[in-house]
């Protein structure tokens, strides 16, 4: 059983800054590329930044220059420090892992619950 717990959302102003937090825990062998989404209300749901296990990442264009994702493997933990923050960033974020549980097995993907983030005045 493996888990993605989110945290670290909030109501900020524009311009500011939150940082969200994905800790993974559970029967965990190994852990690959780790992906932080957002869905806003009437939205599809997007991808806002990936990372690999070896920590190359790549960002959608909305975000670049302003996100910065990271993690810590000692940890099984993701990072998303959002800097500059707009009204159009308020969504539900959520993280994603591609994780192997068995040393010999396949790899699976797990989501987290979401962490609600507001961006208003």
């Known amino acids: 059983q493996v888990q993605l717990v989110e945290s670290g959302g909030g109501l900020v102003q524009p311009g500011g800054s939150l940082r969200l937090s994905c800790a993974a825990s559970?029967?965990?062998?190994?852990?690959?590329?780790m992906n932080w989404y957002r869905q806003a209300p009437g939205k599809q749901r997007e991808l806002v930044a990936h990372?690999?296990?070896?920590?190359?990442?790549t960002y959608a264009d909305s975000v670049q220059g302003r996100f910065t994702i990271s993690r810590d493997n000692a940890k099984n933990t993701v990072y998303l420090q959002m800097n500059s923050l707009k009204p159009e960033d308020t969504a539900v974020y959520y993280c994603?892992?591609?994780?192997?549980?068995?040393?010999?097995?396949?790899?699976?993907?797990?989501w987290g619950q979401g962490t609600q983030v507001t961006v208003s005045s």
């Open positions: 990372i690999t296990s070896g920590s190359s990442s």
């Open positions: 559970g029967s965990i062998f190994s852990i690959n590329a």
């Open positions: 994603n892992a591609i994780i192997q549980t068995l040393r010999s097995g396949p790899t699976s993907m797990y």
